[in-house]
């Protein structure tokens, strides 16, 4: 009956777009425009642990647009972080990235995901304490990212020399993403206080419950991409933006893809 039902949905969507009046839908952009660049070719000794390209993130499944677990970003914001990195690697750390350019179609598959209320397979883990509904009002999901446009990132640190990382097995129990860090799912990561994507205050950078070595280290993180030029955003420890950023106004659509750059 499912089948029959999309069958039948294509048929009218071809018929109706061949009426007169009724414009095709636009085709999705399949190229970068000059001055985006993999982020591995300016600097390999940053890790990746693209979370949109596989199963575990909020969603619970690899998300439109990310074909590749790849770092897409402007030239300008990857070779800034890779400032940022020299300088924790002289302290012994390193960079861990988990987002970076965002396609437009990913935050399209976040809102289609926000409002199916009956799909919470990763509520206990990423937003045990918040209702799905308010995902939007309470600023953790937007119609429009400033990871589309090219100069945002999502990162970590992690200590070096940095220890494996167990694969995530979808369907395993899921803990909350503020629980004390030797519960959490075993990131190799530093303690930030919350895993990445946390859904909850305490993710705010400053939040007070927050306090000792993971406070320590999320104040090290903003620092350290201050001073490369990174602005923070006050209610994700994880999440920064290039000041001065080349595309402040364009949120772009290409795909996360080794051939879609230039």
């Not at 770092?71 to 070779?79: I, K, Q, S, W």
């Not at 990561?189 to 919350?194: K, L, R, S, W």
Request: glycine fraction near 6%; hydrophobic fraction near 40%.
């Amino acid at each position: 009956m499912k089948r029959r039902v999309l069958v039948f949905a294509a048929v009218v969507a071809g018929l109706l777009a061949g009426l007169p009046g009724v414009a095709p839908a636009a085709p999705r952009p399949s190229r970068a425009p000059a001055g985006f660049v993999n982020l591995t070719d300016v600097d390999p000794t940053i890790l990746r642990d693209i979370r949109y390209r596989g199963f575990h993130n909020f969603v619970g499944r690899p998300v439109d647009g990310y074909r590749e677990p790849l770092c897409v970003l402007t030239r300008p914001a990857a070779e800034a972080l890779s400032r940022v990195q020299a300088g924790l690697r002289a302290r012994g750390y390193t960079l861990k990235v988990y987002d970076c350019y965002r396609p437009q179609r990913a935050v399209d598959h976040f809102a289609a995901w926000a409002a199916d209320l009956d799909d919470e397979l990763t509520k206990r883990e990423f937003y045990p304490e918040v209702e799905k509904t308010r995902l939007f009002e309470d600023g953790y999901l937007a119609r429009r990212s400033g990871h589309s446009r090219g100069s945002t990132v999502d990162l970590t640190i992690v200590r070096l020399p940095a220890r494996p990382q167990p694969p995530y097995v979808p369907g395993q129990p899921l803990v909350p993403c503020f629980a004390p860090v030797w519960q959490r799912f075993p990131d190799n990561t530093v303690d930030m206080g919350t895993g990445y994507d946390c859904f909850d205050p305490r993710s705010n950078t400053l939040d007070p419950r927050i306090s000792g070595r993971a406070l320590a280290n999320r104040l090290m993180l903003r620092d350290a991409m201050a001073a490369a030029g990174f602005n923070d955003y006050d209610l994700e420890w994880w999440h920064f933006t290039l000041a001065g950023e080349p595309y402040p106004d364009t949120y772009f659509d290409f795909p996360v893809a080794r051939r879609a750059l230039p």
